[in-house]
């Protein structure tokens, strides 16, 4: 999926379940964590065409798996963080969760374990940058103006008014 479409899901579901602004925005970063990921670790490599081969080696690896980012959001959830850390880190592996479930729509899924890429998992409905992904994103943009513009009206009163955790 590209980075928009990952970006826009976030932020709606981040928006449907009434995460604070802050939350919202960590999600919408999260949501391409998982490949800015990816692409640092590929930048480990010394020349161009090596960074290429690494990322097309490693893309959609451990980075993928949904249990650490459940294991994170969970653990936001449950350790007696402050307010504004509770936020920033809940919405990161919201986003990041929100990323690696989108990605298993697409052919080349996800991986069922962290550190195998053998077995992988994906519904198969629509391909990175194909015409489905862009109907599936419009969908997305349609349901967000549908169901939640009165939610992104109330959040963005929330930072008007300096309310952000
Ligand atoms: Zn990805």
């Not at 999260?30 to 020349?47: F, I, K, N, S, W």
Request: net charge positive; charged share 15%; with cysteine.
């Amino acid at each position: 999926m590209k980075w928009i479409t990952h970006q826009t899901a976030a932020v709606g579901a981040a928006l449907a379940l009434h995460l604070p602004p802050v939350g919202v925005a960590a999600a919408c970063l999260g949501a391409v964590v998982p490949d800015m990921l990816d692409q640092r670790v590929a930048r480990l490599a010394p020349t161009p065409s090596g960074r290429q081969r690494m990322f097309n080696r490693i893309h959609r690896g451990t980075t993928h798996w949904f249990g650490w980012w459940l294991a994170l959001f969970l653990a936001a959830l449950a350790l007696p963080l402050a307010p504004p850390a509770k936020a920033l880190l809940s919405g990161l592996a919201f986003g990041g969760l929100s990323h690696v479930l989108l990605d298993m729509l697409t052919p080349q899924g996800v991986p069922w374990h962290p550190f195998s890429r053998k077995g992988r998992f994906s519904f198969k409905l629509c391909t990175t940058g194909s015409i489905g992904e862009y109907c599936f994103l419009a969908l997305l943009l349609a349901a967000i103006w549908f169901f939640l513009r009165y939610d992104a009206l109330a959040l963005l009163r929330r930072v008007a008014d300096g309310r952000v955790f």
